[in-house]
């Protein structure tokens, strides 16, 4: 966290007893009174709800067993989620993007998500230290 | 999630979504939107202008319901996008597979084209 950094919020998704959506609450709480766009706000509820999904339906073989922390900032140009979690490892950077279907015959409905994400992002970190998953995702203010 | 069903003339039923298609908004409408699909036994076309958010859950069921329409050989139109939403659809090139119109007419006029 630079500095520059005017701004946080820290939370933990407890797979047990409180889900995405209070996450996503928390968020908007949080951001109401910092004048993000629309297209930023909608970003950030993206990449929340992409990556939490992800995470709790792929990374634990329980989700009750989930613990993910949340820390998300402001600098002056972007808004920076990370995601902590001791889940199984996955590196999204190195998930090749899904085959985008000609017909619908071919459409495979999975895998849309890191694609969106990777979309809306104006950058994507990935480590993988301690047993612990950190994704760190950047989203410009001025979008 | 809202869902409401309205008749769109002798072939199309319309669908008329309101609120967030992300995973809990799906999970909230997904039977009931598939089953208003399949059971019209017609065309369906989608008003997608008081859906505010679209994630790949509400893409994912998009899909499989028109799928299931095309295996019925029926077709489903989207129409009226906001903004954001239609740049979300467009991000994974969904027009490529189900036909994104601006309005019910236009819609209506890609079921008949």
Redesign the interface.
Known sequence: MSDAALSHLDLELDGQHSG??RVRAEVQRFLGPHGLS??SL?AV??VL??WL?NTLRHGYDDPAQARIGIHLWLEPDEVLIRFEDDGKAFDPLVEPPPQ????????R??G??L??IR?VASRITHERHSGRNHLTVGISRGA | MQLTTAEAGPSAVCLIVAGRL???GVDEIEVRFTQAARGSGKHVLVDLQNVS?V???G??ML??T??AL?AAQRRMVLFAPQP?VRE?LD???LD???PVASDQPAALGLLEG
């Not at chain 1, 985008?100 to 459409?107: G, I, K, Q, S, V």
Request: net charge negative; charged share 25%.
């Open positions: 995405p959506e629309e297209r909608y509820e993206l709800e992409e999904t985008l279907p000609n017909t619908l015959a071919d459409a409905p999975g849309l998500g694609l969106m979309k | 992300d995973t809990p958010f994630s790949s859950m893409v994912r899909i499989s028109a799928r095309h954001l979300m991000t994974v090139a490529q597979i189900i």
